[in-house]
């Protein structure tokens, strides 16, 4: 199956090192089961954090943030990268800001299509999905060592 992806791509900061709008299309579709309508935006710390404290009660940025916006009968969501946290996390992590954003925008896409981390069992499902498709994007799995 190959499914179709409409992809639509915000960059709302002019940061260094950002991925191009070709690799984010690469990364979403290599996440995704079904056809979908997707925008992915690329934001500051300002813009995550408004959002995480509005939708989610967190006063905080955070690194991806995922509205799913209709599940039937294209599948169709928002995803928002945060740049800036992305890029401190990767330098933490000792990772590529490729390997992070690509990880981070496969998890976003997985949210959209129903994987959750709730539960222990969701969490081990949902990692095993992302690490299978972060390699098929050649990068190295993103739960290695964070045990």
């Given at each position: 199956?190959?499914?179709?992806?409409?992809?639509?791509?915000?960059y709302?900061?002019?940061?260094?090192g950002?991925p191009?709008r070709?690799?984010l299309?690469r990364?979403?579709?290599?996440?995704?089961?079904?056809?979908?309508?997707?925008?992915?935006?690329?934001?500051?710390?300002?813009e995550?954090?408004?959002?995480?404290?509005?939708f989610?009660?967190?006063d905080?940025?955070?690194?991806?943030?995922?509205?799913?916006?209709?599940?039937?009968?294209?599948?169709?969501?928002?995803?928002?990268?945060c740049?800036?946290?992305?890029?401190?996390?990767?330098?933490?992590?000792?990772?590529?800001?490729a390997a992070?954003?690509?990880?981070?925008?496969?998890?976003?896409?997985?949210?959209l299509?129903?994987?959750?981390?709730?539960?222990?069992?969701?969490?081990?499902?949902m990692?095993r999905?992302?690490?299978?498709?972060?390699a098929?994007?050649?990068?190295?799995?993103?739960?290695?060592?964070?045990?």
């Amino acid at each position: 199956m190959n499914p179709k992806l409409d992809l639509t791509v915000q960059y709302a900061v002019n940061a260094h090192g950002l991925p191009s709008r070709a690799r984010l299309r690469r990364w979403a579709r290599a996440a995704l089961e079904r056809d979908a309508r997707v925008t992915v935006r690329i934001v500051g710390t300002r813009e995550a954090r408004a959002l995480n404290r509005n939708f989610r009660g967190k006063d905080r940025p955070t690194n991806v943030l995922t509205f799913i916006l209709r599940e039937r009968p294209r599948l169709e969501g928002d995803i928002a990268l945060c740049a800036p946290v992305i890029s401190r996390e990767a330098r933490a992590g000792h990772k590529s800001a490729a390997a992070h954003y690509a990880h981070l925008l496969v998890h976003g896409v997985l949210h959209l299509q129903g994987y959750d981390h709730e539960t222990e069992r969701e969490a081990r499902l949902m990692e095993r999905r992302e690490s299978r498709v972060v390699a098929r994007l050649g990068f190295p799995d993103p739960y290695e060592g964070n045990g």
